[in-house]
């Protein structure tokens, strides 16, 4: 089919219209009467449509500082300029941003400007703010510090409370160095206690 005109081109078929290569031997496009739909690349399927939406096989690419909209609500939106990947959910503008430089920002589009010991990760809001570590009632919940991803570099440090006995415990160098009991107790299991300020000490209350 050939048309040098500048009207519309219709093409009509009874149940489906398929376009192929010279030759037939590779479809480029299929178009089904119940609006169903597939586009090719070299005989590949690569993009489909259905009742239920599309299905894409292989990459998608979209320009530098574009954005990915649901509905009115919701965006992932790419920043040009900074390479920052920004989640916004129900209009908060903010909701999770994953800053070109690596950092995380919960609340915050704007990670490294805080603490460069401490803005990996970064949860912010305008109020009081918290993160909650959610564990089994007979299970453990814990904060890791390590320098190694096997061995005893796995756990140097960690804060872990115990649901099942309630009791938090404090771990250095890869031992348990002091447990808070569900009594209030402080058991120091190795080491010695100091203050570093003299005249300091331990005061007794009734």
């Known amino acids: 089919i050939y048309d040098a005109g500048t009207g519309t081109l219709n093409l009509r078929a009874s149940s489906a219209i398929n376009l192929q290569t010279p030759g037939g031997a590779a479809s480029l496009a299929s178009f089904s009467e119940n609006g169903a739909n597939t586009f090719y690349y070299s005989g590949s399927a690569k993009l489909a449509t259905s009742a239920i939406g599309i299905s894409v096989t292989g990459r998608t690419t ?23 990947m ?17 950092q995380v920002g919960i609340g915050t589009a704007t990670p490294a400007s805080y603490s460069s010991g401490a803005d990996d990760l970064v949860v912010a809001t305008s109020a009081g703010t918290g993160i909650t570590i959610a564990s089994g009632t007979s299970s453990s919940g814990a904060i890791h510090f390590s320098d190694a991803t096997s061995g005893a570099g796995l ?52």
């Open 86 to 102: 920004s989640f916004n959910a129900n209009g908060l503008s903010s909701a999770l941003v994953i800053a070109g430089t690596g």
């Open 155 to 206: 756990t140097m440090g960690r804060i872990k409370y115990d649901h099942n006995a309630n009791t938090m415990a404090f771990r250095s160098n890869n031992d348990e160095r002091m447990t808070i009991g569900t009594g209030g107790d402080i058991d120091v299991e190795t080491g010695d206690i100091f203050f570093s300020t003299a005249g300091k000490g331990i005061v007794l209350g009734a």
């Open 62 to 84: 979209m320009a530098s500082g574009g954005s990915l909209y649901f509905g009115e609500r919701g965006n992932l939106t790419h920043d040009a300029s900074n390479y920052n």
